[in-house]
T-cell receptor, first 112, second 112 residues
Framework: DQQVKQNSPSLSVQEGRISILNCDYT??????FLWYKKYPAEGPTFLIS?????DKNEDGRFTVFLNKSAKHLSLHIVPSQPGDSAVYFC???????????FGKGTRLSVIA | KAGVTQTPRYLIKTRGQQVTLSCSPI?????VSWYQQTPGQGLQFLFE???????NKGNFPGRFSGRQFSNSRSEMNVSTLELGDSALYLC???????????FGEGSRLTVL
């Protein structure tokens, strides 16, 4: 039973446009959410996070939105750049010393 | 500050053999987590060690085991390898085990 779902395996966006990556979760106990980016032959790297007490967090071109009632979060990248082409993983955790639960990832391709 | 180091980066084994993978966390980090990544399955949590104790365990068979040493370095072992064990094994470290994880580049295991 997947607790964190990324329903779009891939997404293709033109350079300069907005990329929107979506993530749904089923566990209402999740209180912390993160996005990781992964290039081929490298480990995932942390991108941005959001606590459940917020509904938006921004860091440069990256913004994460959290809709707790819909159990949905999204990552917006504006403007998209070719270097953003990677696999993006959504992850979530519950309070306490519990492991991060990851989605299956969405492969973003930014076309020049 | 050196990142998370995993060795070996690539290895090929045959069915029935066993394998040991090593992970050196970021200096000062006491938590080491292991994840398995296979195509289409995202990152599946294997186990987490904190101060030499297994604190969390994922839903993997007993063939998968691990340990952590007093210097926080960790090893994971897979015995009686099966074809389905072919995957990228990722190690991640953090100070407390919560929040942001810092990943290594992974060990790519191929079982023939």
């Amino acid at each position: 039973d997947q607790q964190v779902k990324q329903n779009s395996p891939s997404l293709s966006v033109q350079e300069g446009r907005i990329s929107i990556l979506n993530c749904d979760y089923t566990n209402s106990m999740f209180d912390y959410f993160l996005w990781y980016k992964k290039y081929p032959a490298e480990g995932p790297t942390f991108l941005i996070s959001i606590s459940s007490i917020k509904d938006k967090n921004e860091d440069g071109r990256f913004t994460v939105f959290l809709n707790k009632s819909a159990k949905h979060l999204s990552l917006h990248i504006v403007p998209s750049q070719p270097g953003d082409s990677a696999v993006y993983f959504c992850a979530a955790s519950t309070p306490g010393n519990t492991p991060l639960v990851f989605g299956k990832g969405t492969r973003l391709s930014v076309i020049a | 500050k050196a990142g998370v180091t995993q060795t070996p980066r690539y290895l090929i084994k045959t069915r029935g053999q066993q394998v040991t993978l090593s992970c050196s966390p970021i200096s000062g980090h006491r938590s080491v987590s292991w994840y398995q990544q296979t195509p289409g399955q995202g990152l599946q949590f294997l186990f987490e060690y904190f101060s030499e104790t297994q604190r969390n365990k994922g839903n993997f068979p007993g063939r998968f085991s691990g340990r952590q040493f007093s210097n926080s370095r960790s090893e994971m072992n897979v015995s009686t390898l099966e074809l389905g064990d072919s995957a990228l094994y990722l190690c991640a470290s953090s100070y407390q085990g919560t929040g942001e994880l810092f990943f290594g580049e992974g060990s790519r295991l191929t079982v023939l």
